[in-house]
């Protein structure tokens, strides 16, 4: 079974500049996840989608950060403009279903490494 | 809310020795519980979660945790740690009513051989 995939692996911009990343689940998962880990932090939540819509974003900066999962399947996320602090590891994590019991464990996809100079 | 304590930010233990990695957490709700090892370089993966029963749960890789209710306690442990071992591992709470995980600041665990 493949795993979760993210990309780029890793993302190297200037502040004020826009950037996108894109994430596509393990197959079949209704749940994704974006979270962001600022080094030496563990993550938090940003946004979880429930198929194709927004379960809960109440994390997530609305006025530079973006986020869409059109078709149910992958997602991208958008932070546009970059400021310093943005600069962090961005995970994405899908999982079965709603609940977090044993059948909603979320698997984690390697991150993208974003870095704002 | 809930929130998760972490004690330790670092921990090295020479190769084969037994370790122990702290987890405090705060709740007014029931919660699950859950450890989490992420590799340098790669995504978190599930080391162990306890959701009811026994309080002793045993995971991946030798590790095992004990649910401890009365002092709001999930503590990690491994008899005999390896090199392979040296990650960095993470907490996590998650209320049982609804799907929110929140993660501790995580432990860095430094193998020495």
């Known amino acids: 079974e493949a795993g979760v995939a993210q990309s780029p692996r890793y993302k190297i911009i200037e502040k004020r500049q826009s950037v996108a990343f894109w994430c596509n689940p393990i197959?079949?998962?209704?749940?994704l996840y974006w979270y962001q880990q600022i080094l030496g932090q563990g993550p938090k939540l940003l946004i979880q989608?429930?198929?194709?819509?927004?379960?809960?974003d109440s994390q997530l900066p609305k006025d530079r950060f973006s986020a869409e999962r059109l078709k149910g399947v992958d997602s991208t996320l958008k932070i546009q403009p970059a400021k310093l602090e943005d600069s962090a590891v961005y995970l994405c994590?899908?999982?079965?279903?709603?609940?977090?019991?044993?059948?909603?464990?979320?698997?984690f996809g390697p991150g993208t490494r974003l870095t704002v100079l | 809310a809930q929130s998760v304590t972490q004690l330790d930010s670092q921990v090295p233990v020479f190769e084969e020795a037994p370790v122990e990695l702290r987890c405090n957490y705060s709740s007014s709700v029931s919660v699950y519980l859950f450890w989490y090892v992420q590799y340098p370089n790669q995504g978190l993966q599930l080391l162990l979660k306890y959701l009811s029963g026994s309080t002793l749960v045993k995971g991946i890789n030798g590790f095992e945790a004990e649910f401890n209710k009365s002092q709001t306690s999930f503590h990690l442990r491994k008899p005999s740690v390896h090199i392979s071992d040296t990650a960095e591992y993470f907490c996590?709470?998650?209320?049982?009513?609804?799907?929110?995980?929140?993660f501790g600041p995580g432990t860095s665990l430094s193998v020495i051989p």
């Open positions: 994590a899908s999982s079965s279903g709603l609940g977090t019991g044993a059948q909603n464990t979320q698997y």
């Open positions: 996590a709470v998650s209320p049982t009513s609804y799907d929110k995980v929140i």
């Open positions: 989608f429930q198929n194709n819509g927004v379960v809960d």
């Open positions: 197959s079949g998962h209704a749940t």
